[in-house]
């Protein structure tokens, strides 16, 4: 038998090491007030545990930084990009390979030549993450998000609410598919809780798409954390390989668009795969007007070297083990301390319900907003509101059009914190939801027409 350890370790060492940034409860108040409140707005070097996000703030393996050495700066047909084009070919199945330099160019390509000069199109999704809901929108086309009604039940644990609502899809073929472009399925759903799609519904999707004569595109920024949730969750998949399910996962779809900032394994990057041939010639017209020519895409070669070892080493399973296991790690540590979450665990980030951590602050009064502004004053860490600030708008009367969900997240890098680390986070959580009471709401002072959480600026709500 032997040894069988219950603690899941991280799979590295450390080689090299970043100093943590210290600063004292007095100073993050004054941040906060230069940076109105808006954390975004904050100097990284006065945040001590970063969760804004899990996008580009991941630690290369060393693998990866021996390729970027290796990197061929060529301009065209770069040796780089034969490397990740291969990578990418046996992954997904996909003849063409079209490098951008993050994943929302790759979305404002696609959606450009899916569109074209039509004026009525319309694409449902699971849901449409907010910068390809912005790049839909652009081309003059109307996003339409279609979750299973367990989605939006934060307290529910259905295993898969990253799933479509099948029944909803068909009626909305029926009525609108010479309209309809592609069928997006983002996965892991990050909009909805980084909550994995099955595979059952993934087959079931391309099903009905057929039946209409409608393709189907993957977001696939988290293709790998949602490969191995289908491994360890769904009935009849614990037996394959996590790579497997994943190729699966690409063949059911005609194509698929990465922001490889995620699962890449990189700091920059995204691409773009497909089939069809006319319309991967319009994709490439379109990126040599912007990102640059089809061998480089607006990425140095030896990003694009980084990101083909990157695409290998992220379905290791001890890696994805240990991803999992770390998420649902500070999951667990903040359910045992009482805080509202909405469950089950998913791939990347841990999301706090701000409507139950703060029952006392109405939607209109920003709880998520106020939530990230105490975990930054008490404990120098940094979240996102996933909420009204996020997906609300201020009505002509001045008061809030509230978002479904107020949530905030805690996105965990790639490879970056340690076990510690998440206890501190656990602990400081903890202490901010026992002085729940005391914590007041928010209410935006200025803001732009689009995007608004990027940029505008809060003060306490009853102030003046
Ligand atoms: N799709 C999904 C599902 C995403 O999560 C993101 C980015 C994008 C597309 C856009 O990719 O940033 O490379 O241009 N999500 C980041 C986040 C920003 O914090 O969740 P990008």
């Known amino acids: 038998m032997g040894f069988r350890p219950s603690t899941i370790i991280e799979p590295f060492r450390v080689k090299?090491?970043?100093?943590?940034?210290?600063?004292?409860?007095?100073?993050?108040?004054?941040?906060?007030e230069r940076a109105r409140n808006n954390l975004f707005a904050l100097h990284a070097e006065h945040v001590t545990i970063d969760l804004m996000t899990d996008s580009g703030t991941g630690a290369m393996s060393q693998e990866q930084w021996a390729a970027i050495m290796r990197g061929d700066e060529s301009y065209a047909g770069s040796t780089s990009f034969f490397e990740l084009e291969k990578v990418l070919r046996d992954l997904t199945g996909k003849r063409h390979?079209?490098?951008?330099?993050?994943?929302?160019?790759?979305?404002?390509?696609l959606f450009g030549a899916l569109v074209g000069d039509a004026t009525d199109s319309l694409v449902p999704a699971n849901t449409h993450f907010?910068?390809?809901?912005?790049?839909?929108?652009?081309?003059?086309?109307?996003?339409?998000?279609l979750p299973v009604a367990e989605a939006l039940d934060p307290q529910s644990d259905h295993p898969f609410k990253g799933d479509l609502d099948l029944e909803r899809l068909r009626a909305f073929l029926d009525a609108n598919a010479p309209r309809v472009p592609a069928v997006v399925m983002t996965v892991t759903n990050n909009s909805a809780g980084g909550q994995p799609v099955s595979l059952e519904n993934l087959r079931a999707v391309r099903d009905l798409v057929d039946d209409?004569?409608?393709?189907?595109?993957?977001?696939?920024?988290?293709?790998?954390?949602?490969?191995?949730?289908?491994?360890?969750?769904?009935?009849?998949?614990?037996h394959r390989t996590t790579e497997d399910i994943a190729q699966e996962m690409f063949r059911l779809a005609d194509g698929a668009w990465m922001s490889a900032k995620k699962d890449g394994l990189v700091n920059i990057g995204g691409f773009l795969v497909l089939d069809d041939d006319?319309?991967?010639?319009?994709?490439?017209?379109?990126?040599?007007?912007t990102e640059g020519f089809p061998t480089y895409g607006g990425l140095a070669g030896r990003d694009l070297a980084a990101l083909a070892v990157g695409l290998r080493e992220v379905l290791d399973e001890r890696y994805l083990d240990y991803r999992i296991a770390s998420v649902r790690y500070l999951y667990e540590h903040l359910h045992a301390r009482g805080v509202p979450l909405l469950g089950p665990p998913g791939g990347h980030a841990v999301y706090l319900d701000a409507t139950r951590f703060l029952p006392h602050v109405p939607a209109g009064q920003l709880p998520g907003q106020a939530v990230a502004i105490a975990l930054y004053l008490e404990a120098g860490i940094r979240s996102c509101e996933i909420g009204t600030v996020m997906f609300g708008h201020t009505q002509p009367d001045g008061t809030q059009a509230t978002a479904a969900l107020e949530l905030v997240r805690l996105a965990i890098p790639r490879r970056v914190y340690t076990q510690s680390h998440v206890d501190y986070v656990a602990e400081a959580v903890g202490y901010v939801f026992e002085g729940a009471a005391e914590l007041g709401g928010y209410r935006i002072v200025d803001e732009p027409p689009a995007l608004r959480h990027f940029t505008c600026g809060f003060e306490r709500a009853g102030a003046t």
């Open 16 to 32: 090299v090491v970043e100093p943590l940034p210290v600063t004292t409860r007095a100073e993050r108040a004054r941040h906060l």
């Open 97 to 109: 390979v079209i490098p951008t330099h993050q994943g929302r160019a790759a979305e404002r390509i």
């Open 130 to 145: 907010d910068t390809t809901r912005a790049n839909v929108e652009a081309v003059g086309a109307e996003a339409h998000d």
């Open 212 to 238: 209409y004569g409608v393709p189907l595109f993957l977001d696939c920024a988290r293709f790998a954390e949602n490969a191995y949730l289908i491994k360890l969750h769904e009935p009849g998949q614990g």
């Open 278 to 289: 006319a319309l991967a010639t319009r994709c490439r017209n379109s990126l040599i007007l």
